[in-house]
């Protein structure tokens, strides 16, 4: 394609993408195809000729919207928000426009800095002190991974220099809580701490946050019997309720066993944008590692998951290969971020997260942060008074984990697997509506609604019109 050709077809592009966004609200939320039906509008033979745009925006409207379960719709309420914000979507295009490859500081010396300089800014944006030295990976599983295998290396002095793990001899445990993210139990399993040394620390029957004390316990008994704490990681934010283990107490733990913390939190980081929500991750500053991911609530698209270190000298040690071919006579001046991480090749990631602050502001962000607390706050008191609905976790953040619990056929509230079977029968038909859209989630053994607001475009009166909804679908 010549930069003419692209011209025309990028205008085309920008104005079904404009149009798609302008129509969102008007399509069904969830993606109502059964398995296989996107696939089978496919041709099974790969094209031949080449094809006009209009043609391939065609079968976007026809095979590829339908499939597609609308999160940028202000009545999706499930997951985590998972904005795109439409400045940053410009950001990403002018990345893959520019066509820069980013596997040494040479390579593309802007990519590198840009890079440098936006992870600053969002680091003084959020509060944290100048300690640390940020990177953006693609997801927080990865930024998990990373700071799970610092943590392996510096608990073993480098095993992987040597022997490996194992020649280390003593088995290396990693603590955290049921409450956290799947991808902290993947991360430990990958960096080869087993199953059997992973522990779950117990956690507030209420909050769900991590008890430290029982932290404590735990990582003394594990010493004593000869075993090697590794790394602790706390949730702030967690993906079930929200909920905020106490990182400045686990800190204290983790300095008094030299233990790595790392800080997930990659839902709530978003709301360290505003000044009075930093108390909920008080004590940040003593970890190692934290991560967050521009890419749910503030809206930065996917891919942008933001990993801040402390002693990135560390990252450096762990990751680092040098081949010939990647040596430049800038080396020892400039950040390699190769070496912070697994991947060579890497995207121009900081172009999407630039235009965001840019182009959107950062006031603007963080008057819609502060809309969808309030709302959150909002349906939370609704549910409360309201007969027969319970809020079945703290609403910190932005997410309201609720239960319906209508009288059974003996006069008394529904419990066991009659409420379980009435939640997911309302949930499942609420969603399958297409008019709204909320996860269900397990807690205390028991099926409940996850509310997660935050879509960019969801205002007061979708909020007020999902209450609504629930209430028709539960009490009917
Ligand atoms: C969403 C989430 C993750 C995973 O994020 P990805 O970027 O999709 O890997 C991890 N931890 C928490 C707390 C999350 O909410």
């Given at each position: 394609m010549e930069p003419e050709d692209f011209r025309a077809a990028g205008h085309e592009l920008i104005d079904w993408i404009a149009d798609f966004r302008t129509g969102v609200a008007d399509r069904p939320v969830k993606a109502a195809v059964r398995p296989g039906e996107v696939r089978g509008a496919f041709p099974s033979e790969p094209p031949t000729g080449a094809d006009d745009v209009r043609a391939l925006l065609d079968d976007l409207d026809r095979a590829v919207v339908p499939g597609t379960t609308m999160v940028q719709h202000p009545m999706h309420f499930g997951w985590f928000p998972s904005n795109a914000a439409l400045s940053s979507v410009l950001g990403d295009l002018a990345s893959s426009g520019l066509g820069a490859l980013g596997i040494s500081w040479e390579s593309a010396p802007a990519l590198t800095e840009v890079e440098e300089v936006v992870c600053d800014w969002m680091r003084q944006l959020t509060g944290l002190s100048d300690r640390w030295h940020g990177s953006i990976n693609d997801t927080a599983s990865s930024s998990t991974f990373v700071a799970m295998l610092a943590a392996r290396e510096r608990a073993t002095d480098h095993a992987q220099t040597g022997g490996g793990l194992g020649a280390h001899g003593r088995p290396l445990v990693v603590y955290t809580t049921d409450q956290a993210h799947s991808s902290v139990r993947k991360a430990a399993l990958l960096a080869g701490v087993g199953a059997d040394e992973l522990r779950m620390v117990e956690v507030d029957p209420w909050t769900r946050a991590m008890r430290p004390e029982h932290l404590r316990d735990l990582v003394e008994a594990d010493v004593a019997a000869g075993r090697q704490p590794m790394a602790v990681v706390v949730s702030v934010g967690s993906t079930g309720t929200t909920a905020f283990d106490p990182v400045d107490e686990v800190a204290a733990v983790c300095a008094d066993h030299a233990i790595w913390l790392h800080v997930d939190a990659a839902m709530a980081g978003s709301a360290m944008l505003l000044p009075e929500c930093r108390h909920l991750w008080h004590g940040v500053e003593r970890a190692d590692s934290v991560s967050w991911n521009?890419?749910?609530?503030?809206?930065?698209?996917?891919d942008c998951s933001l990993l801040y270190v402390t002693d990135p000298e560390h990252l450096v040690r762990v990751f680092s290969t040098n081949p010939s071919y990647l040596r430049s006579t800038a080396d020892g001046e400039v950040t390699q971020y190769r070496d912070w991480g697994i991947p060579l090749g890497r995207r121009f990631r900081a172009l999407k997260l630039w235009f965001h602050l840019r182009l959107d502001g950062v006031a603007e962000i963080q008057t819609r942060l502060r809309r969808d607390l309030a709302n959150a706050q909002w349906l939370a008191a609704e549910v409360e008074r309201t007969e027969g609905w319970e809020v079945v976790a703290p609403v910190l953040l932005q997410t309201v984990c609720v239960r319906h619990r209508p009288l059974g056929p003996d006069g008394d509230p529904l419990t066991g697997a009659a409420l379980d079977d009435h939640t997911t029968r309302w949930l499942a038909e609420l969603n399958d509506s297409g008019r709204a859209y909320c996860t269900g989630s397990v807690l205390d053994d028991r099926w409940m609604v996850r509310v997660s607001i935050g879509v960019e475009a969801t205002e007061r009166r979708h909020v007020e019109a999902l209450w609504h909804m629930m209430r028709d679908f539960a009490e009917t």
């Amino acid at each position: 394609m010549e930069p003419e050709d692209f011209r025309a077809a990028g205008h085309e592009l920008i104005d079904w993408i404009a149009d798609f966004r302008t129509g969102v609200a008007d399509r069904p939320v969830k993606a109502a195809v059964r398995p296989g039906e996107v696939r089978g509008a496919f041709p099974s033979e790969p094209p031949t000729g080449a094809d006009d745009v209009r043609a391939l925006l065609d079968d976007l409207d026809r095979a590829v919207v339908p499939g597609t379960t609308m999160v940028q719709h202000p009545m999706h309420f499930g997951w985590f928000p998972s904005n795109a914000a439409l400045s940053s979507v410009l950001g990403d295009l002018a990345s893959s426009g520019l066509g820069a490859l980013g596997i040494s500081w040479e390579s593309a010396p802007a990519l590198t800095e840009v890079e440098e300089v936006v992870c600053d800014w969002m680091r003084q944006l959020t509060g944290l002190s100048d300690r640390w030295h940020g990177s953006i990976n693609d997801t927080a599983s990865s930024s998990t991974f990373v700071a799970m295998l610092a943590a392996r290396e510096r608990a073993t002095d480098h095993a992987q220099t040597g022997g490996g793990l194992g020649a280390h001899g003593r088995p290396l445990v990693v603590y955290t809580t049921d409450q956290a993210h799947s991808s902290v139990r993947k991360a430990a399993l990958l960096a080869g701490v087993g199953a059997d040394e992973l522990r779950m620390v117990e956690v507030d029957p209420w909050t769900r946050a991590m008890r430290p004390e029982h932290l404590r316990d735990l990582v003394e008994a594990d010493v004593a019997a000869g075993r090697q704490p590794m790394a602790v990681v706390v949730s702030v934010g967690s993906t079930g309720t929200t909920a905020f283990d106490p990182v400045d107490e686990v800190a204290a733990v983790c300095a008094d066993h030299a233990i790595w913390l790392h800080v997930d939190a990659a839902m709530a980081g978003s709301a360290m944008l505003l000044p009075e929500c930093r108390h909920l991750w008080h004590g940040v500053e003593r970890a190692d590692s934290v991560s967050w991911n521009p890419h749910k609530w503030m809206g930065t698209i996917l891919d942008c998951s933001l990993l801040y270190v402390t002693d990135p000298e560390h990252l450096v040690r762990v990751f680092s290969t040098n081949p010939s071919y990647l040596r430049s006579t800038a080396d020892g001046e400039v950040t390699q971020y190769r070496d912070w991480g697994i991947p060579l090749g890497r995207r121009f990631r900081a172009l999407k997260l630039w235009f965001h602050l840019r182009l959107d502001g950062v006031a603007e962000i963080q008057t819609r942060l502060r809309r969808d607390l309030a709302n959150a706050q909002w349906l939370a008191a609704e549910v409360e008074r309201t007969e027969g609905w319970e809020v079945v976790a703290p609403v910190l953040l932005q997410t309201v984990c609720v239960r319906h619990r209508p009288l059974g056929p003996d006069g008394d509230p529904l419990t066991g697997a009659a409420l379980d079977d009435h939640t997911t029968r309302w949930l499942a038909e609420l969603n399958d509506s297409g008019r709204a859209y909320c996860t269900g989630s397990v807690l205390d053994d028991r099926w409940m609604v996850r509310v997660s607001i935050g879509v960019e475009a969801t205002e007061r009166r979708h909020v007020e019109a999902l209450w609504h909804m629930m209430r028709d679908f539960a009490e009917t």
